[in-house]
């Protein structure tokens, strides 16, 4: 929440600093690099401030009312239109107020200009090409329409590059969290039997080995704090993953006689690599839950094999009279495959062959 914020605040601070940068520019280029510097500067700022004055209230309607009314609802065509006509009265306006400044100024200019004309008799200036008229200056209507179309280009194109980004944000935090509902609800999908179970195969194996009670006991106790503790991170380490995948199936197998084979197979050293918790032990449930038979020979095999770059995780059991594909595909298998969706995207690679007398997973992770 706290990264989410500051991203938040760096995303406002930076908007606020782009406006004020084009704003500045739009105010100082015409002051600084103006064409006739015998004009004083206080004209200058005048006559600049004619066109940003109207050019900010057009600034204002489009980003507090026209974008979040009309094109952040999807509204284009009434946003398009509701511009245009703000616009062209913005445009009238300025053209208005120029036509009677000017009128409101002509003995002025007249006077101004006495001294600069050339006397009636006087002869042709011979360093003026002949034939070539001096250019004419842009209307200042016309200034003003090419002004506007470029700050609400300029404002409208911030915004809904910044609205994106935030949208985004907004995406990736739902995603974390779904992540980590979904590893909420794989703790509690570690059947509560599972836990009875246990207990009564401790309880039974006290009169019988004690020492074997002992140590399933503490097994438990791992398996449990793994369960509450370890997992509250978005990663854990492989080694404590592995470790708990290890106590789990020897609990499991006090369950079970020795017409069920089951063996776990793991690398002999481990590295320090880290991989979000609880990806593995739906597939072992699954595995332990329809793959074993109380009367029948059954098997579960359990494969992880390290590689340079990629994990992968190999189950494969042995199908009762009563297992099926739709048994196969419940929910804890369902959520692990959006897990790994919305964690590795398409780097992961899963893949669960169902035959009529085996059923296999292959999971491939990249470290």
Same mark, same amino acid.
């Given at each position: 929440?706290?990264?989410?914020?500051?991203?938040?605040?760096?995303?406002?601070?930076?908007?606020?600093?782009?406006?004020?940068?084009?704003?500045?520019?739009?105010?100082?280029?015409?002051?600084?690099?103006?064409?006739?510097?015998?004009?004083?500067?206080?004209?200058?700022?005048?006559?600049?401030?004619?066109?940003?004055?109207?050019?900010?209230?057009?600034?204002?309607?489009?980003?507090?009312?026209?974008?979040?009314?009309?094109?952040?609802?999807?509204?284009?065509?009434? /946003?398009?239109?509701?511009?245009?006509?703000?616009?062209?009265?913005?445009?009238?306006?300025?053209?208005?107020?120029?036509?009677?400044?000017?009128?409101?100024?002509?003995?002025?200019?007249?006077?101004?200009?006495?001294?600069?004309?050339?006397?009636?008799?006087?002869?042709?200036?011979?360093?003026?090409?002949?034939?070539?008229?001096? #250019?004419?200056?842009? #209307?200042?209507?016309?200034?003003?329409?090419?002004?506007?179309?470029?700050?609400?280009?300029?404002?409208?194109?911030?915004?809904?590059?910044?609205?994106?980004?935030?949208?985004?944000?907004?995406?990736?935090?739902?995603?974390?969290?779904?992540?980590?509902?979904?590893?909420?609800?794989?703790?509690?999908?570690?059947?509560?039997?599972?836990?009875?179970?246990?207990?009564?195969?401790?309880?039974?194996?006290?009169?019988?080995?004690?020492?074997?009670?002992?140590?399933?006991?503490?097994?438990?106790?791992?398996?449990?704090?793994?369960?509450? /503790?370890?997992?509250?991170?978005?990663?854990?380490?492989?080694?404590?993953?592995?470790?708990?995948?290890?106590?789990?199936?020897?609990?499991?197998?006090?369950?079970?006689?020795?017409?069920?084979?089951?063996?776990?197979?793991?690398?002999?050293?481990?590295?320090?690599?880290?991989?979000?918790?609880?990806?593995?032990?739906?597939?072992?449930?699954?595995?332990?839950?329809?793959?074993?038979?109380?009367?029948?020979?059954?098997?579960?095999?359990?494969?992880?094999?390290?590689?340079?770059?990629?994990?992968?995780?190999?189950?494969?059991?042995?199908?009762?009279?009563?297992?099926?594909?739709?048994?196969?595909?419940?929910?804890?298998?369902?959520?692990?495959?959006?897990?790994?969706?919305?964690?590795?995207?398409?780097?992961?690679?899963?893949?669960?062959?169902?035959?009529?007398?085996?059923?296999?997973?292959?999971?491939?992770?990249?470290?």
């Amino acid at each position: 929440m706290g990264n989410m914020k500051i991203r938040k605040n760096q995303i406002k601070y930076t908007e606020i600093a782009l406006i004020g940068f084009v704003w500045m520019v739009l105010l100082l280029t015409p002051i600084l690099f103006r064409e006739d510097n015998n004009k004083p500067v206080w004209r200058s700022v005048v006559n600049q401030l004619e066109i940003l004055v109207p050019l900010s209230i057009l600034f204002l309607i489009n980003r507090f009312i026209l974008v979040p009314r009309f094109l952040f609802k999807g509204k284009i065509k009434a /946003y398009i239109f509701s511009l245009l006509g703000v616009i062209l009265v913005l445009t009238i306006g300025s053209h208005v107020y120029d036509v009677y400044s000017m009128s409101a100024r002509p003995q002025k200019v007249a006077r101004a200009d006495i001294g600069k004309r050339q006397p009636p008799d006087s002869p042709p200036d011979r360093n003026k090409p002949p034939g070539k008229p001096f #250019p004419r200056p842009v #209307p200042p209507f016309a200034n003003f329409l090419i002004f506007s179309f470029l700050i609400v280009g300029f404002d409208t194109g911030l915004r809904s590059g910044l609205r994106w980004i935030s949208v985004e944000n907004e995406k990736v935090k739902l995603e974390k969290e779904n992540v980590s509902n979904q590893l909420a609800l794989l703790k509690t999908q570690v059947s509560p039997h599972f836990f009875m179970n246990t207990l009564n195969n401790i309880h039974a194996l006290v009169d019988v080995n004690t020492e074997e009670a002992k140590e399933a006991i503490i097994k438990l106790s791992k398996l449990m704090r793994y369960l509450l /503790y370890e997992t509250e991170n978005e990663q854990t380490t492989l080694n404590k993953e592995v470790e708990f995948l290890e106590s789990y199936i020897n609990l499991m197998k006090l369950r079970f006689s020795e017409k069920v084979r089951i063996t776990f197979t793991r690398p002999g050293s481990i590295p320090d690599t880290s991989i979000p918790p609880f990806l593995f032990v739906s597939f072992i449930e699954n595995a332990f839950k329809h793959g074993i038979s109380y009367t029948n020979e059954s098997f579960i095999t359990i494969d992880l094999i390290l590689g340079k770059k990629r994990l992968l995780f190999e189950v494969k059991n042995s199908k009762t009279e009563k297992s099926h594909m739709s048994e196969f595909s419940g929910l804890g298998i369902e959520n692990t495959r959006k897990r790994l969706t919305l964690i590795y995207g398409d780097t992961y690679h899963l893949d669960i062959i169902d035959n009529e007398e085996l059923f296999t997973v292959n999971l491939s992770i990249p470290l």
